[in-house]
């Protein structure tokens, strides 16, 4: 059977720890997406110049933030690695000439620990993490997914870990009816849209195409882990809006999933 594939908005590391809807949301995805052998989880936290794969076996867990609670600190998430899965992904994107190197120290940051902590709390499903490039357009990331989409026939979920919205000098700031500004409000919708109606090559070319889009992301990488599992969907998969939820006024938490 084909593994769907998955986008989310990670939010704040504080998400593993505080209730609200989208903490709620992540924590009932499980039922949606039972059964993958293996995650591959494209990361905005590790950024690199060409495409990385994790190879470590036994990831650590990185707490790549500061100035939350002590209680974060201590979690860890001990999901095994796979050598072997991270191998092959490197084998798939290098066959198609994207440039791409392995690493097997670095752990899980929490752009994939935070999220699969609620969505996968038991740790049981092996975990590789992949890079973005801020310095490639959206067009590579792309490229990627499309490239990886055979591991969908072959049990491993993709997913992307991002934001749909992400700019922490403007997080607090909200609209006159207490939701977001218009100026995120309208690039969220425009990318839910573009979802839905399968404009991929719009997407592609976002920071042109979308309204306030440099503003919504003053830099691209928490938006490029959208296009992994976009371009693994293939055009003839059928996208959800999974959760469409803001939280501190600017950032959204809309996840999307492609089946």
Known sequence: ?????LFVSHGAPSLALEGGPSRDFLVSLAGRLAGPRAIVCVSAHWETPVAMVGLAAHPETIHDFYGF??????????????????ARVMHLLGDAGIEVTGDD????????????????????????????????????????????APLRDEG???????????????????????GPPEYYASFEKWVCDAIMERRVADLADFERL???????????????????????????????????????????MAAFLWE
């Open 210 to 252: 979308a309204p306030h889009a440099r503003r919504n992301h003053p830099s691209p990488e928490h938006f490029l882990p959208l296009f992994a599992p976009l371009g693994a969907a293939g055009e003839s998969s059928k996208p959800t809006i999974l959760n469409r939820h803001f939280e501190l006024g600017t950032l959204s």
């Open 69 to 86: 609670q002590q209680e974060l600190y201590r979690m860890r998430y001990p999901a095994a690695g796979d050598p072997a899965l991270g």
């Open 1 to 5: 059977m084909k593994i769907p594939t």
């Open 156 to 178: 491993v979920l993709i997913m992307g870990s991002g934001s749909t919205t992400h700019n922490l000098r403007e997080i607090g700031r909200t609209g006159p009816d207490g």
């Open 105 to 148: 120290k670095r752990g899980f940051d929490h752009g994939v620990w935070s999220p699969l902590t609620l969505i996968y709390p038991k740790a049981e499903i092996p975990v590789v993490e992949i890079s973005v490039q801020p310095g490639l357009n959206a067009a590579h990331h792309l490229r990627i997914g499309q490239v990886l």
